[in-house]
Antibody, heavy 119, light 111 residues
Framework: QVQLQESGPGLVKPSGTLSLTCAVSGGSISSSNYWSWVRQPPGKGLEWIGEIYHSGSTNYNPSLKSRVTMSVDKSKNQFSLTLSSVTATDTAFYYC????????????WGQGTLVTVSS | QSVLTQPPSVSGAPGQRVTISCTGS?????????VHWYQQLPGTAPKLLIYVNSNRPSGVPDRFSASKSGTSASLAITGLQAEDEADYYCQSYDSSLSGVAFGGGTKLTVL
């Protein structure tokens, strides 16, 4: 049973860069799955940020594309998210998730981590 | 503004049946893209409930079922239990977004 665990700073200053990592255990990041980030502002709905394949191929939400970068570290079996030029509207719970296929359903999720953008 | 529209809330008494709708358009559900459903219990991560329109992952009770028709999909929960109180989200692919789209979520209250 694959498990995902997010980690990273819980507080980021406005105009700064948010950086999170998702560690994958119980399975290989080089398997035929897609690895995604999804966020949820407190009390609001889910928003897909983007996905990455172990080859490094990415697909980002157009609304965030100019600020998002995702990468994979096969040696550590983890993948990462960076979101630049953050504002208070980027305050949210950030979840990493495993997608069975590109832009398809997510069958495993991390527990989520709250990132607050504030000075 | 979600491209998939869900009612903000639904409610039902224990033992009853409730349905949650997910209305899309010709760029997502109506284009033939599959619909998936998630359950999010308070303070937890979403959990896959239904995939590819009507399939239940192992461990999901058969009280949960779903269907898709035209530009809409629906999730049905029968024999409502207190533990079903949660937020429910539909998800599909949207060609105009070129990516994943979620519904706005529906809060289920068990009376």
């Amino acid at each position: 049973q694959v498990q995902l665990q997010e980690s990273g700073p819980g507080l980021v200053k406005p105009s700064g860069t948010l950086s999170l990592t998702c560690a994958v255990s119980g399975g290989s990041i080089s398997s035929s799955n897609y690895w995604s980030w999804v966020r949820q502002p407190p009390g609001k709905g889910l928003e897909w940020i983007g996905e990455i394949y172990h080859s490094g191929s990415t697909n980002y939400n157009p609304s965030l594309k100019s600020r998002v970068t995702m990468s994979v570290d096969k040696s550590k079996n983890q993948f990462s998210l960076t979101l630049s030029s953050v504002t208070a509207t980027d305050t949210a719970f950030y979840y990493c998730a495993r997608g069975k296929y590109s832009s398809n359903w997510f069958d495993s999720w991390g527990q989520g981590t709250l990132v607050t953008v504030s000075s | 503004q979600s491209v998939l529209t869900q009612p903000p809330s639904v409610s039902g008494a224990p033992g009853q049946r409730v349905t949650i709708s997910c209305t899309g358009s010709s760029s997502n559900i109506g284009a033939g893209y599959d619909v998936h459903w998630y359950q999010q219990l308070p303070g937890t991560a979403p959990k896959l409930l239904i995939y590819v329109n009507s399939n239940r992952p192992s461990g999901v009770p058969d009280r949960f079922s779903a269907s898709k028709s035209g530009t809409s999909a629906s999730l049905a929960i029968t024999g409502l239990q207190a533990e079903d109180e949660a937020d429910y989200y539909c998800q599909s692919y949207d060609s105009s977004l070129s990516g994943v789209a979620f519904g706005g979520g529906t809060k289920l209250t068990v009376l």
